[in-house]
């Protein structure tokens, strides 16, 4: 499928709606412009391989996956801008082209335009972090997630790597790119920047990161371990399975003791690290895990990445427990795949890691739904955000029960 329809409605869509609404004061139609992109992306949705980003030889064709997950980003960015407050023309803008960067970054077959359309929206969206909310946290944000991207850039004029290439070739191509890859899904020791701008920029703000890039990130990667050499699949894996499983472990635990609008962010790192350990693997039962973990966070991100106050709590305590990690929720099929892979191919020793995020993701899930029961909702939301609330975690309980069936239909992966 041609990407340019897509990118074009976000663009001009973005465009449009910034300039136009704040002036006859309909801010509040925001949600039309990722709307319009996925009507976009669902009118030129078709057949196509599977193919993705910097692992196609060129051109801009979305392979089926690419343009399934284009279709649920844009879905789930809508439902997040009906739960938030009207968007100033700002956030509109951020929200727009990041939506554009990344369907060309999934659509693309030039590795230098993939790194740098990531480097143009971690930018953008950290800038706007840092003028929304100055702080040492939000400067850090923008500081570590752009320069984490530039390494993508770097790592292109290796890729795609052979097997003829030279031992230090290979390895620092894999070094390259499992670093913008850790900078990007905000990895410890690389920053875990989004645990400290989290609390100071919420919904809309955060939305750009959680919805459209992190999934448009994970999914363009998942291939290019097909393009990489032995010694370069050596030194990407060693350089995320630590990094994964110490943020994975570090992200659950932290999210013990924190308040629970903080929660959230928390355990989407720690499944974020156990993806990336995922992608130390190339076993089909780790890219179903990761793709399963992705949909169930696109599916309850958008209400769960907003003030507990901004929803009634029905909602968010059915959100959460697709979380808790229990079937049939859609996060136990995820991370049980990922735990079997990961397990196949290096070994009973990284239970050791799973164990406790599994257990302590359990206890966050289920004391963010009792503190759900106590919340009172700052105002009384509309019928559209009634409506709108509803729409996340139905969609992840759809999954859960429907989880392959899920991935076949959203992004044609059997």
């Known amino acids: 499928m041609s990407v340019t329809p897509v990118a074009v409605t976000w663009a001009g869509g973005g465009l449009l709606a910034a300039l136009v609404l704040?002036?006859?004061?309909?801010?509040?139609?925001?949600?039309l412009v990722p709307l319009a992109a996925a009507v976009a992306a669902l009118l030129s949705l078709g057949g196509g391989a599977d193919l993705i980003a910097a692992s196609a030889?060129?051109?801009?064709?979305?392979?089926?996956?690419g343009g399934g997950l284009v279709l649920v980003c844009a879905l789930a960015t809508t439902v997040c801008l009906l739960l938030s407050p009207p968007?100033?023309?700002?956030?509109?803008?951020?929200?727009?082209?990041?939506?554009?960067?990344?369907?060309?970054a999934l659509a693309t077959g030039s590795p230098l335009t993939w790194g740098l359309c990531f480097v143009a929206a971690f930018a953008l969206f950290g800038v706007?972090?840092?003028?929304?909310?100055?702080?040492?946290?939000?400067?850090?944000?923008?500081?570590?997630?752009?320069?984490?991207a530039a390494t993508l850039v770097a790592a292109a004029p290796f890729l795609p790597v052979d097997a003829a290439a030279v031992p230090p070739r290979a390895h620092l191509a894999g070094g390259l790119l499992a670093g913008g890859i850790a900078a990007g899904f905000a990895l410890v020791p690389l920053g875990g920047w989004v645990s400290g701008g989290s609390r100071l920029v919420r919904g809309a703000a955060l939305a750009p990161w959680a919805l459209l890039l992190v999934p448009a990130l994970l999914l363009t990667t998942q291939p290019l371990q097909v393009v990489l050499s032995a010694d370069a699949r050596v030194t990407f894996?060693?350089?995320?399975?630590?990094?994964?499983?110490?943020?994975?472990?570090?992200?659950?635990?932290?999210?013990l003791s924190v308040p629970d609008s903080e929660r959230y962010p928390r355990v989407r790192l720690a499944d974020l690290g156990l993806v990336a350990m995922g992608l130390a693997t190339p076993l089909p039962a780790a890219r179903l895990g990761s793709l399963l973990l992705?949909?169930?966070?696109?599916c309850v991100g958008p209400l769960l990445v907003h003030d507990p106050a901004s929803a009634s709590s029905r909602p968010r305590r059915v959100a959460w427990a697709a979380l808790?990690?229990?079937?049939?929720?859609?996060?136990?099929?995820?991370?049980?795949?990922?735990?079997?892979?990961?397990?196949?191919?290096?070994g009973g020793a990284l239970l050791l890691a799973f164990l406790p995020v599994a257990?302590?993701?359990?206890?966050?899930?289920?004391?963010?739904?009792?503190?759900?029961?106590?919340?009172?909702?700052?105002?009384?939301?509309?019928?559209?955000?009634?409506?709108?609330?509803?729409?996340?975690?139905?969609?992840?309980v759809t999954v859960g029960l429907l989880p392959a069936a899920s991935l076949h239909a959203l992004l044609g992966v059997g």
């Open 128 to 148: 706007r972090w840092v003028a929304a909310a100055p702080a040492r946290a939000t400067l850090a944000a923008a500081r570590v997630s752009t320069l984490g």
């Open 237 to 255: 894996a060693a350089i995320l399975l630590p990094v994964g499983a110490v943020t994975a472990v570090w992200a659950a635990l932290r999210g």
């Open 22 to 31: 704040p002036r006859i004061r309909r801010r509040r139609l925001a949600p």
């Open 324 to 346: 808790c990690g229990v079937p049939p929720g859609p996060a136990f099929w995820g991370r049980f795949a990922l735990t079997t892979a990961l397990t196949t191919a290096f």
């Open 57 to 65: 030889p060129g051109g801009l064709a979305l392979g089926r996956p």
């Open 87 to 104: 968007p100033d023309s700002g956030e509109i803008l951020v929200i727009a082209a990041c939506g554009t960067l990344s369907a060309i």
């Open 294 to 298: 992705m949909l169930t966070h696109l």
């Open 359 to 396: 257990g302590a993701v359990m206890v966050i899930a289920v004391r963010s739904a009792m503190a759900a029961t106590s919340v009172t909702p700052a105002a009384s939301p509309g019928r559209a955000a009634r409506f709108a609330a509803w729409v996340p975690p139905l969609a992840a």
